[in-house]
């Protein structure tokens, strides 16, 4: 069996492809659980659709030069926290770049220059962070988003407050719509 750091560059463009296309699957179902009014799965369905687009991306880094660094590449198949430190960075990086300026990619004599300085600080950024992830075996707290999607599909016990506390009881119309704005503008 080969191992995902030694994939040809072919397999790596298969594989974003793939987590691309889960990626629109989970935004679809995540559409219609939240017509249904079930915000909390909803929110969780918006995390897993932002870790598989994370995931797409760092593959398609790999499909475009399979010897780009990336270090611990197999966590972004077994760390949540991973993909979506990935994906906040990418974002805000995106956002910093491009704010304001909607149609810089879609000149395509802008598109490819322009997409790869954006490849480029992107790939650099992440590496750098995920460089600097901590050593710990142990967390000892949830990040924020394993915190939204753990809440919206399991019902749990707040010991200090002494209540049971359901996924409907965590997440309302206004929480999610914030949420899928900013799955919807990454």
Same mark, same amino acid.
């Given at each position: 069996?080969?191992?995902?750091?030694?994939?040809?560059?072919?397999?790596?463009?298969?594989?974003?492809?793939?987590?691309?296309?889960?990626?629109?699957?989970?935004?679809?179902?995540? &559409?219609?659980?939240?017509?249904?009014?079930?915000?909390?799965?909803?929110?969780?369905?918006?995390?897993?659709?932002?870790?598989?687009?994370?995931? $797409? /991306? =760092?593959?398609?880094?790999?499909?475009?030069?399979?010897?780009?660094?990336?270090? +611990?590449?197999?966590? *972004?198949? @077994? $760390?949540?926290?991973?993909?979506?430190?990935?994906?906040? /960075?990418?974002?805000?990086?995106?956002?910093?770049?491009?704010?304001?300026? &909607?149609?810089?990619?879609?000149?395509?004599? +802008?598109?490819?220059?322009?997409?790869?300085?954006?490849?480029?600080?992107?790939?650099?950024?992440?590496?750098?962070?995920? $460089?600097?992830?901590?050593?710990?075996?142990?967390?000892?707290?949830?990040?924020?988003?394993?915190? @939204?999607?753990?809440?919206?599909?399991? /019902?749990? *016990?707040?010991?200090?407050?002494?209540?049971? =506390? $359901?996924?409907?009881?965590?997440?309302?119309?206004?929480?999610?719509?914030?949420?899928?704005? *900013?799955?919807?503008?990454?």
């Amino acid at each position: 069996m080969t191992p995902i750091t030694r994939l040809k560059q072919s397999e790596y463009r298969e594989g974003a492809k793939l987590a691309f296309e889960n990626f629109e699957d989970l935004i679809k179902i995540t &559409d219609k659980a939240a017509l249904i009014g079930n915000y909390g799965a909803a929110s969780s369905l918006c995390i897993l659709a932002l870790e598989e687009l994370s995931k $797409s /991306v =760092i593959l398609q880094f790999k499909s475009i030069n399979n010897l780009i660094p990336i270090k +611990n590449l197999e966590k *972004y198949f @077994i $760390s949540h926290e991973t993909k979506q430190n990935a994906g906040i /960075v990418l974002f805000a990086t995106l956002q910093s770049k491009y704010k304001g300026d &909607d149609e810089i990619l879609s000149d395509s004599k +802008n598109s490819n220059s322009s997409l790869a300085i954006a490849i480029a600080i992107i790939a650099l950024l992440i590496i750098l962070t995920l $460089s600097k992830e901590r050593k710990e075996t142990k967390r000892s707290s949830k990040s924020y988003f394993d915190l @939204i999607k753990e809440s919206g599909f399991y /019902v749990g *016990y707040d010991e200090t407050s002494r209540q049971w =506390i $359901s996924p409907k009881s965590q997440h309302d119309k206004e929480s999610f719509d914030a949420l899928f704005q *900013y799955i919807n503008d990454f």
